[in-house]
């Protein structure tokens, strides 16, 4: 027997809405309902999404609380800032997936220095493979289990889902954070990331012809809206102090993320060896779905993440250079954005977390 | 009630046979049985194609016999010229379905002259849109409906793959030819085409160095082996005398095909103008699940089929240049391969042809 | 001894402009003047093209005849039908060199059909190695040597640089049409085009998000403005009636133009081969230092030309087609545009044509 | 009056040496002599480099001291631990530059752990710009003036050429090692790195359909052998115990190296600001026509440096995360090995050092 949800999408014309539509296109349990867009509106579909054939003919409306009233679910694909107003006004027992960084920060004084708006509240966190201390700062043993944020999802009718950046940096560091074999204090990440990253905006330096055969750093020096997120997710893990230096590199393709990050070793582990290492991530991702840790000695590339909703890790101890190095693999529409979406929808409405995911890439 | 369909791939560490398995690994009817190899024997599945993570562990065993027998479906992805002497080797109640060029052509002639091997004889073609004639030759009405190739493939135990160009082609010439409002005499065709296409193989044009940043033609001058197998399918529509130009590019994607085909009118069609000519692309293709003619006035790109069987196609005359202009867009590696032999399995099996495809692509 | 030339750029923080910049500042004769601008007057150069470094800190002032007076020759790389006002108003002995396509075609039909505003008049044409009739209808002889366009700019003072696309095209077909050896009557020509070609407009379709791995044609069904111009420029080499059906596809690189042309063979050249038809492509390009026929069975690819002034072509006959193809590959940028207008200025002033012009490409 | 140069290439038919042709053949006191391959002696040079026009037609001989002799200067193009061997064949008087890595390394020990074969010994270093203690662990004054390694090529009549990803990490972090600003005992640096810094090795990871639309780390963990060379100069200028975390990722440019490096602070400097820090890269580079640290807030992209010798660098302070932070953009086969080697040459042999070089990007 088929429960079928209705879900509505706020700016269906953004890359990030249209990437939750393809989903949820193909979503065994899901008819979509209302697609709204703002300056958009009274198009169509496929005139901004041609890629979404079975969806091309529908129409945009405009984002008011009329047309998303009589939905299960009701996605917000809007620029940040946006949403909580119309949030505010959707009924409490529709289940609101945000996935504007509007309701993901606990902080209002880091909302602040970073988006410099009102801070409009914090939401769960869709990101159910997060570690969650207490039992962090230890290593984990069968006596006191890693928790997770999955935990907190079920049954959930606000969501906010992570930035993309986040969740390839998160799902790298964490498990050494947790088991504190890592020192948070002196975190370093420098990222390869896609375009569609940076949305569908006209900025010259978004070109095709200015984005080909070249590597184009953005942000750097501490002031990517990412790194209070981060840091609050590893403090979620059982870090105290977190700093981190986050460098995103735009890199010629349209999608995934490939961040490496490095750390030093926490006191006390000075002799570890790559192996013991690999077993702090082994543990805190067994049996996950969508987060694996490979084979020891394979290294995650974008193109076995591209349309999965999958995160590879791997990890390894360089002696020379007193560092662990871990590099995650993600596609940063999927995994990123509109996936984590639909497995944590899928996980608060008591679905199988897998339900409308694949862990298959599309490669070469 | 599921039926579970046990399914073999032969070749399984190359490009063809890893996006067979991209596709079978999410199919709900098919458990996928044995994975075979010639020198990559003995590996695993996750050395050759780390993105397929649910069959990563899988190990390749020897491609014999005995390793394909056991299954209902053994699918070649091997070199021309090798499918012959395996197939031979398989019951005939099993579902062989060839990804070569082995059992493509009916004319023994063809493929001597373009293959230079023994002809292995012919399979039923596995492109369920294929119009065939009689009929063909006048514009279709209720009373003569166009025949497809589709009826062939139902219960079929034996199934030829069409050539990736050659699809994409036949996909967008035919409704013309069939409908007699093109002149097959004088044919042109330009393909964009991404690396993929060519193959695993180790040559220096092939490597990312010498592809990123550069468009390269090859088998230019009438040379390409996809130039018979074309010219079949548009006789089988109805062509009498067919004669094409056609020159695929090399271009920095690694997947798609953009095929410009263009032809002057029939001699009684002069004063054509697109909208009619659309009517009989649109008559061909109406309920197609897979194949498509878009709104007039958009033209398809490869990303809108990224991943997805989709095969779009639009159509124009230039009433300047006295030609009609056709482009068609499929992913090379989907409907141009693993995707087409999955529908043609589905049609053979009586299952329903779109189990296990997507028309969504993966955009941006 | 060493004269200095003053050269005033209009329109410097576009590609076409930035790209003369290239060259202009590497030019062993030549002094960069003013640099103009429209709404970036008052920004410097290096904001918009920090690949210039020894020009990077020079700021952009209005283009207005003031700005431009003083110089020995001005180029205009402005918006098409911009070029028309501010040429008017700069001196006679003045060389003005316009990027643009105001003052390119011969008839203004053409201009008010293609281009839809008033026509500015029509200055000498940018490209030195046009084949000129008569002479053209019969294949050359000691006697009766080919004449080129390049005696028409010694000493001009005004020259209207080509299409990049309308290059690649004109100089691929016109030894065939000079000849009498192809038919114009029918042409065909689809071309791989990067996406500086399309200029540095912010429009959805130019991003990279878009652009990567994805082949998008555009201006398809014989809209596109360079259309009249390839038919003119075979008109002057010889050719009575000229129709081509011209389709244009983005490619995921930034630079080059990858030209395939197909011709059917002009009545009485049945019989012929690819080796014969090099003879005409041979005569036609022997001594030119930038348009080069290859050894045979070697094909061009953009990347052989990128950041040259080379123009590197083709020709084989397929018989089986019974037509002629020819690829052409050149850089858009350069030989399509900012090299063509050195190598005009340089003979236009009496300099060696290859002055600050290279012919070896940037590869891999 | 002219002096002309005769420079032999051995290993043309690689990128380095491809490359290293590209600018001899437009180099002003330089006549290209003997080109020696190995497994291709015998074939053309346009078989393997078809962009460089004015060679195409010189054949390849074999590597030879015969072959070699009669040059006033010959580049070693060889693969790594083959340069050695035939270097000692030729005459002291004759400059031999050495793009491979046989000479670089002062260390043994060094070279033994990283390319575990004999140590040929070492030759000066071809970086111009390398920064020489002693005066390098207090900031520069008047009084004492940097020395750089410049000095020491003078004369030189061998050159060991260093490798690309040292050259980018080098020259964004020596100024803060030689002003004893940062801390060598802790730094990261994580490149993005185009395809042709590969080679052209037949290896499935470097196919295009591999690289295309992937980002691929590769000698993750500290086994890539430019590490020794890096600590080597850091030492060189001033730094006492290196430690470098070191990863290369590969990313879908065909060139250019994007290095963005990271490090702490050393004792003393806690308070500093952005702007102080510049001062260091200023002093150090001021005047050098090849390393240009940008305006502030601009920041290198490789596009910049496509083709020109130049390496351009950023630097900021990251309040939050402790860390200054570095970008550096070359082109890797210009700044980085065969634009190195034309520099080193001309001050080898008392020319200016920019001759034959440009510091023009070609952009977009």
Redesign the interface.
């Given at each position: 027997m088929h429960m079928t949800i209705r879900v509505a999408v706020a700016g269906a014309s953004g890359?990030a809405g249209?990437e939750t539509l393809?989903l949820l296109?193909?979503h065994p349990e899901v008819e979509v309902g209302a697609l709204t867009a703002h300056s958009n509106a009274g198009t169509l579909l496929?005139e901004h999404?041609?890629?979404?054939?079975?969806l091309a003919a529908r129409e945009l409306v405009p984002t008011t609380p009329e047309n998303l009233a009589g939905h299960d679910v009701v996605v917000l694909a809007l620029p940040h800032g946006a949403s909580g107003a119309i949030a505010a006004q959707l009924p409490d027992d529709v289940l609101v997936i945000d996935l504007g960084a509007d309701h993901r920060l606990a902080s209002a004084d880091d909302w602040q220095a970073y988006y410099r708006s009102e801070h409009a509240g914090t939401w769960p966190y869709g990101m159910p493979e997060l570690l969650l201390a207490p039992g962090a700062r230890t290593a984990p043993t069968e006596d006191t289990p890693l928790t997770k944020q999955r935990e907190n999802l079920t049954g959930a009718r606000r969501i906010a889902v992570p930035g993309c950046n986040v969740t390839a940096v998160t799902l790298g560091l964490q498990p050494g954070i947790a088991s504190g074999l890592l020192d948070p204090a002196?975190l370093?990440a420098?990222l390869?990331v896609?375009?569609?990253g940076?949305g569908?905006s006209?900025?010259?330096h978004?070109?095709?012809?200015?984005?080909?055969?070249?590597?184009?750093?953005?942000a750097?020096?501490?002031s990517h809206r990412h790194?209070p997120e981060i840091a609050q997710n590893l403090r979620a893990a059982g870090a105290h102090d977190v700093?981190?230096?986050?460098?995103p590199?735009?890199?010629?393709?349209?999608?995934?993320i490939?961040a490496?990050a490095?750390a030093?070793l926490a006191p006390g582990h000075a002799g570890t060896t790559?192996r013991a290492l690999r077993e702090a991530w082994d543990e805190a991702y067994v049996g996950e779905p969508f987060v694996?840790l490979?084979?020891e000695g394979?290294?995650?590339?974008?193109?076995?993440?591209?349309?999965?909703n999958?995160a590879?890790v791997?990890v390894?101890?360089?002696?020379?250079?007193?560092?662990v190095?871990m590099?995650t693999?993600i596609d940063n529409l999927v995994k990123g954005t509109a996936g984590a979406a639909v497995q944590s929808m899928n996980i608060a409405l008591g679905l199988p977390q897998t339900l409308g995911l694949?862990?298959?890439?599309?490669?070469?």
């Open positions: 890359y249209g393809r296109a193909d496929g999404h041609p890629h979404l054939r079975s002196d370093v420098v390869a896609g375009y569609s940076a569908k006209l900025k010259p978004l070109l095709a012809a200015e984005g080909l055969g070249s590597a184009q750093p953005y750097v020096g501490g790194i700093s981190i230096s986050f460098t590199v735009l890199v010629p393709m349209s999608r995934g490939l490496t490095t030093r790559t694996e490979l084979p394979q290294w995650p590339t974008t193109a076995m993440t591209l349309g999965a999958t590879l791997q390894a101890f360089d002696e020379r250079a007193g560092r190095v590099v693999a694949t862990v298959q890439g599309v490669a070469p």
